[in-house]
C-alpha cells in the first residue's frame, strides 16, 4: 500500500452537519489557496514500519482555485501525491437565486452527512465503498425549500471518463470507484479480469435541518442508482440507500448513518473490484453499513491555537454478501487548529479495514492498530 495516502478534511468544516448552499456575495476574481501535508504513521501491522518506530512521510500537494467571473462559480482541486497527480474536483456553477444553484464538472455525489461522515483524518468505512465524498463527472442541482436541504445528482460516469476514459491507469484517483468484477481464485489487490465502470447513475439527497429545542438537527435520506458496464454494454446495476440524523448541543456534535448498498450483475459476483490511491482493492458486492460519530469542541485559546476537537468515529459492516468474518473500524482522535496549520491525531483500530493491514473484501480475523499524525498548513 502506498504511504502518506489520503484524505483533505476541510478542519474549519469537519464537524458541520451541513455545508452551505452557497455564499451571500460571491467575490468577483479567482482566489488560489491549497496544502501542504505530512504525517507520522505507526503501524503495527507492519514488522519494519514497528521495528523503525513508524515512518514520517509527505503526504499531499494541492493547489486551489475558488471564485466567480461574470456571475458564474468555479471551484477546482489539483493534488500531487508521491506516486500520483489526481483532479479532486473541477466544477463550475451558477446560482439561480439565493436558494438554488446549479454545478457541472467533476463534483461531489450527494448521498448521506455532508460536507462529511465523519470527524477523522481517516473518513468512516464508507469513503472506501464509494459512498462519502465521492466525486464524479455530472451535475448536481441544490437548492433550499425552506427546512429542507434538496440535492439531485445526474452523474455520466466517474471522474476519469468512465470504462473509456482516455487514462493511462485508472487507479489514479481521489475517490473510491467500482473498476472491475473480481472473481474467484483473485488475490483481494490483483487488477481485475474483467474491467467495468460506473455509468448513467442518479444520486437523490433530502434533508430537513432546523432546531428541535436546544438541539441543531439534521434528519434525512439518501438514494443512489445506476448502470455498470463493461466496453460493449450494461452489465448490472448499483444501488444504495441511507438513512442519517445529526445532532449538534452545545460544542457536541453526534453524527448516525445507516446504509445499504446492493451492487448487482449479471454473474452475480460477490466481490467487486475498486479504484484509488494507486492500487486495487475489494469490497463486497452488498453489505450494510453503520456509522455512529461523536465529537466535542474544546472552547480553546492557546496562543495560536484556535480550536481542538476531540472526537470517536466508529464504522460497522454486516450483512456482506460472500463475504464472512467481522469488519469495523474505531478512530479515537482530536485535531488542532492554530492559524493555517491543522494537525491530526488519530489512533485507528480496525478489522479488515484499508489502510490499517486489511481489506474490505477481505474474511481475517486479525485486529490491527495503526496511530497516525497528520500535518498540513492551509493557504
Known amino acids: 500500500m502506498k504511504k502518506g495516502f489520503k484524505v483533505v478534511i476541510a478542519a474549519a468544516a469537519s464537524c458541520a452537519l451541513v455545508g452551505p448552499v452557497m455564499a451571500d456575495e460571491p467575490v468577483e476574481g479567482i482566489n488560489v489557496g491549497g496544502a501542504v501535508r505530512f504525517q507520522y504513521s505507526f503501524e503495527d501491522y507492519q514488522p519494519a514500519n514497528r521495528e523503525r518506530v513508524g515512518d514520517l512521510d509527505f503526504d499531499t500537494f494541492r493547489i486551489n482555485l475558488d471564485g466567480t ?3 458564474v462559480i468555479l471551484s477546482a482541486e489539483l493534488r500531487y501525491y508521491q506516486y500520483m497527480q489526481v483532479i ?3 466544477w463550475v456553477g451558477y446560482d439561480f437565486s439565493t436558494a438554488w444553484r446549479g454545478q457541472l464538472g467533476v463534483t461531489k455525489v450527494p448521498f448521506g452527512h455532508q460536507p462529511f461522515n465523519s470527524n477523522s483524518y481517516f473518513f468512516s468505512m464508507l469513503y472506501y465503498v464509494g459512498l462519502e465524498d465521492d466525486y464524479d463527472l455530472g451535475g448536481v442541482l441544490h437548492g433550499k425549500l425552506d427546512a429542507l436541504d434538496v440535492q439531485l445528482g445526474l452523474f455520466k460516469n466517474d471522474e476519469q471518463g468512465g470504462i473509456d476514459g482516455f487514462v493511462n491507469d485508472r487507479t489514479e484517483r481521489y475517490s473510491y470507484d467500482i473498476l472491475g468484477l473480481r472473481s ?3 488475490g483481494t489487490f490483483d487488477a481485475p479480469a474483467q474491467e467495468i465502470a460506473e455509468s448513467n447513475t442518479a444520486a437523490l439527497r433530502v434533508a430537513w435541518e432546523g432546531a428541535l429545542g436546544p ?3 439534521s ?3 439518501s438514494a443512489l442508482y445506476g448502470d455498470l458496464v463493461d466496453a460493449d454494454d450494461s452489465i448490472g446495476t448499483q444501488r444504495a440507500g441511507a438513512v442519517h440524523v445529526g445532532a449538534k448541543v452545545d460544542r457536541w456534535t453526534l453524527m448516525l448513518q445507516s446504509t445499504r448498498y446492493d451492487h448487482r450483475t449479471d454473474v452475480d459476483a460477490d466481490r467487486l473490484v475498486v479504484g484509488a490511491y494507486a492500487f486495487f482493492d475489494s469490497i463486497p458486492a452488498a453489505a450494510t453499513v453503520h456509522t455512529a460519530n461523536l465529537a466535542y469542541a474544546l472552547p480553546v485559546q492557546w496562543g495560536p491555537v484556535t480550536a481542538v476537537t476531540v472526537y470517536n468515529d466508529h464504522s460497522q459492516m454486516v450483512a456482506k454478501r460472500g463475504v464472512g468474518g467481522r469488519t469495523w473500524m474505531n ?3 482530536m485535531s488542532v487548529a492554530a492559524g493555517g496549520l491543522v494537525t491530526y491525531f488519530d489512533l485507528v ?3 479488515n479495514q484499508p489502510f490499517i493491514g486489511g481489506s474490505l ?3 481475517a480475523e486479525d485486529t490491527h492498530t495503526r496511530f497516525n499524525i497528520n500535518v498540513g498548513y492551509y493557504f
Do not use: E, F, K, S
Open 69 to 71: 467571473v461574470g456571475d
Open 88 to 90: 479532486h474536483h473541477a
Open 184 to 186: 474467484t481464485g483473485d
Open 215 to 217: 438541539i441543531d438537527a
Open 219 to 221: 434528519l434525512g435520506v
Open 331 to 333: 478512530t479515537l482522535g
Open 349 to 351: 483500530t480496525a478489522r
Open 361 to 363: 473484501g477481505d474474511a
